[in-house]
């Protein structure tokens, strides 16, 4: 007759469980600067799209209702498009996905700072309503502290909206200024 008397072995030693999270350790000491540059460039992002879905959104409203209509820059990437009279149509608040970003809105001249951009019932851009009259919004530079990209809201004279890259050359890609 024959006896087995085997052990089983089942589970980890202390040695494997210490290398294991000694690894994880690591790992994850190494991805989180990365994972919080992605999350800072997509506040950056998010920023941008929602200015230009902003612009786009004004310019829709000013020919479907055939009125003059203004798209309103905050302090922040907050916005607001409303009638020349002051009814509003639709906001966004920048605690909306980009709450840490910094923009600079800027006139044509590209040195005076601007927040107003009126769009007429063609969907073309006309000059703000007021006295003296306010500078015309025509660029937003959009970055935030530690991000590794920027981006950039153009308003065209005909009054289109493009969003681009300030950091790649003219030509070298579509997604270029």
Partial sequence: MLSCSRKSNIGFTL???????????ILVTVAVPSFRAMLINSQV?????????????ARGEAVARNRNVQFILGADSSWRVQLVDGTEIESRAASDGSRDVTRVALASDLTTPATTVTFNGMGGVVANPGSPLPPTLTRVNITAPNATRALRVTIGAGGNAKMCDPNLTSGSSPRAC
């Fill in 15 to 25: 040695i494997e469980l210490v290398i294991v999270v000694a690894v994880l350790g």
């Fill in 45 to 57: 992002r998010n920023a941008a799209e929602a200015i230009a879905n902003g612009l786009q959104k």
